[in-house]
Structure formats: structure tokens, C-alpha cells
């Protein structure tokens, strides 16, 4: 299976400054078609996982252009341009690529200063 | 709008049954393969199962494979886990969400399976 790998683990960021997280699988993830499946999603406490990109860097409709995906291969970013309070909770990568299983990373607590 | 409305969770002992179940409704339900992900208490999140559209081919990660399984009804736009053997470390907030192939876009809100004596 391929081992997602998140970095930080826990963010604590001043609102109106950007974020970013660092995501790595252990295989590359460019699929035959040419496409990384990596998806990121955002989780409040107490809800479902929202997705909020797919395909590294398509938002999904809704997500804010604050959010943005980038990388290729085994090395993957989400950066978040000015951290707003919504924004706390728990994200985390998962790659669709090498199926079954799809597998995600650790998760990264984002927290506001 | 899409929406999955899941049913079924509960407390069960070792090695006992469960079965969960996710209807849905707002999208073509027969266009998807549909997945089951869980989320054991302040853990991460774990692809536990999916079934294809037509409900021939469910595939299982390695943790519940023999003892989970699951199948559609596409007549009831629904899906259901059937988990069997069930084991303490299996305790977790099951989510049910929509394919849309290599990525989970709609989940459910979850149902909570709680193995324990």
C-alpha cells in the first residue's frame, strides 16, 4: 500500500497569514493516464471530511480560492493563502491512484495563534 | 444536492454482526462506485471497502477482508456494510461517501460501531 506522509503534524497560524502542509506517498502518484489522484480534505471537529481539492489542485465548488494545491509525482502542497478562523480542524491528503486501498495521510491539526 | 443518509450503527459485542447502510439521493446513483472509510476515535481516516456500480466487483481492505462485505441495491439507491467477526479494533465512526473515481467527493455524516463487552 502506498504510505502517505503529512508534515506538520499540528500548524498553530495567525489569522491573515498563509499555511502550508506538506504531503509525500511513497510510490509516485501520476497515474497511467497522467493524472495524480491526490485529494485534500478539510475536517471540523464533530463532521465529515470535506473535500476541498481533487486531482492536486482542482477545487471543489465552494472552496474558497484562498486554497490551492500543487506538486506532482510523490510530493504534494496545500497552501492557504490568509488563514481565516473557519479554517481550524484537521487536514489531510489521500491518494486515489494506486487502488485499492485509497489511503490518506496522518492528518495536520490546524489551530489559530 | 447530493446527500447519504446513513443507518445502522450500535453497540455489538466480539464477535458479533452489524450491518450499516447509506442511501442515497440527489445524483444518478448508478453512474458511481461508492465507498466505506472509518475513523476509529481521535484517529485518521481508513478506506475499509467499495462497490462498484453494477455491484459485481466490492473490493476490501486487508483489515475486514473475509469477515466485511458489501453490496447495492440499486433499485433502493443504497448501499450496505455487512460487517461480520467484529472485533474491538473495529470500534469507529463509519462514513459511506460517492467515488468519483480516485477521490471520496460527498460523504456521509457517519454512524458510529462500538465492539465492545
Known amino acids: 500500500d502506498v504510505v502517505m506522509t503529512q508534515s506538520p503534524l499540528s500548524l498553530t497560524v495567525t489569522l491573515g497569514q498563509p499555511a502550508s502542509i506538506s504531503c509525500r506517498s511513497s510510490?509516485?502518484?501520476?497515474?497511467?493516464?497522467?493524472?495524480?489522484?491526490l485529494s485534500w480534505f478539510h475536517q471540523r471537529p464533530g463532521q465529515s471530511p470535506r473535500r476541498l481539492l481533487s486531482q492536486v489542485s482542482r477545487r471543489d465548488s465552494g472552496v474558497p480560492d484562498r486554497f490551492s494545491g500543487s506538486g506532482s509525482g510523490s510530493h504534494f502542497t496545500l497552501e492557504i493563502s490568509r488563514v481565516e478562523a473557519d479554517d481550524v480542524g484537521i487536514y489531510y491528503c489521500?491518494?486515489?491512484?494506486?487502488?485499492?486501498?485509497?489511503?490518506f495521510g496522518q492528518g495536520t491539526k490546524v489551530q489559530i495563534k | 444536492e447530493v446527500q447519504l443518509l446513513q443507518s445502522g450503527g450500535g453497540l455489538v459485542q466480539p464477535g458479533g454482526s452489524l450491518r450499516l447502510s447509506c442511501a442515497a439521493s440527489?445524483?444518478?446513483?448508478?453512474?458511481?462506485?461508492m465507498a466505506w472509510i472509518r475513523q476509529a476515535p481521535g484517529k485518521g481516516l481508513e478506506w475499509v471497502a467499495a462497490v462498484d456500480p453494477s455491484g459485481i466487483s466490492p473490493r476490501f481492505a486487508d483489515s475486514v477482508r473475509g469477515r466485511f462485505t458489501t453490496y447495492r441495491d440499486n433499485s433502493q439507491n443504497t448501499i450496505f456494510l455487512q460487517m461480520n467477526s467484529l472485533r474491538t479494533e473495529d470500534t469507529a465512526l463509519y462514513f459511506c461517501?460517492?467515488?468519483?473515481?480516485?477521490?471520496?467527493?460527498?460523504w456521509g455524516p457517519g454512524t458510529l460501531v462500538t465492539v465492545s463487552s
Open positions: 440527489g445524483f444518478t446513483f448508478t453512474s458511481y462506485s
Open positions: 461517501a460517492r467515488d468519483d473515481y480516485g477521490s471520496a467527493d460527498f
Open positions: 510510490q509516485s502518484l501520476v497515474f497511467s493516464d497522467g493524472i495524480n489522484y
Open positions: 489521500m491518494q486515489g491512484s494506486h487502488w485499492p486501498p485509497w489511503t
